[in-house]
Antibody
Framework: EVQLVESGGGVVRPGESLRLSCAAS????????MSWVRQVPGKGLEWVSG????????GYADSVKGRFTISRDNAKNSLYLQMNSLRAEDTALYYC??????????????????WGRGTTVTVSS | DIQMTQSPSSLSASIGDRVTITCRAS??????LAWYQQKPGKVPKLLIY???TLQSGVPSRFSGSGSGTDFTLTISSLQPEDVATYYC?????????FGGGTKVEIK
């Protein structure tokens, strides 16, 4: 079964850091681009960051650029999001999502055909 | 950055009705447009990609059309299980912007 399982969420104070992880199983992880997408409860979806199959190409939303870092370890079938200088507006449910078949390319911008269930990040003083 | 605007933000329709949701890009994105369905409390689900290609397993009552800046998602005959919020997303380039969502309810 194709599966993405996020972990690492929690409650932190403004200015603190958190590292999210996404464990992939049921497919060949390094054949796919990956993304992080977040959702404030009751609000819409916001793409946060994306990475191509080998980490050679990646990008960020303006709202997190310079504070968040996406990475992957294909040997561990894992995707990560290092979040520094967290702000109250980063409070959200963070989803890990997979690009489609054929997304093993230079690019990371694809639609997402498999999503994890998400991990919750709360930034509050 | 390219903005994605969905309309309406919500709608109420009867079972069996034809429902149309629109998504407009502030600049042309060719056909690099996906649609997702998110039921209450659930994870987003891919419905359509490349503007009009139905994802495997998605009921044929869902269809997509458009190219350039104007796109539509159509539900040909609304069913109770279609109650959800629908999002468009562009993926021609970063950032991979989502539309604001359209909440579909049963009248």
């Amino acid at each position: 079964e194709v599966q993405l399982v996020e972990s690492g969420g929690g409650v932190v104070r403004p200015g603190e850091s958190l590292r999210l992880s996404c464990a992939a199983s049921g497919f060949t992880f390094d054949d796919y681009a990956m993304s992080w997408v977040r959702q404030v409860p009751g609000k819409g979806l916001e793409w946060v960051s994306g990475i191509n199959w080998n980490g050679g190409s990646l990008g960020y939303a303006d709202s997190v650029k310079g504070r968040f870092t996406i990475s992957r370890d294909n040997a561990k079938n894992s995707l990560y999001l290092q979040m520094n200088s967290l702000r109250a507006e980063d409070t959200a449910l963070y989803y890990c999502a997979r690009g489609p078949v054929g997304s093993r390319s230079f690019y990371y911008f694809y639609y997402m055909d498999v999503w994890g269930r998400g991990t919750t990040v709360t930034v509050s003083s | 950055d390219i903005q994605m605007t969905q309309s309406p933000s919500s709608l109420s329709a009867s079972i069996g009705d034809r429902v149309t949701i629109t998504c407009r890009a502030s600049q042309g994105i060719s056909n690099y447009l996906a649609w997702y369905q998110q039921k209450p409390g659930k994870v987003p689900k891919l419905l359509i990609y490349a503007a009009s290609t139905l994802q495997s397993g998605v009921p044929s009552r869902f269809s997509g059309s458009g190219s350039g800046t104007d796109f539509t998602l159509t539900i040909s005959s609304l069913q109770p299980e279609d109650v959800a919020t629908y999002y468009c997303q562009k993926y021609n380039s970063a950032p991979l912007t989502f539309g604001g969502g359209t909440k579909v309810e049963i009248k």
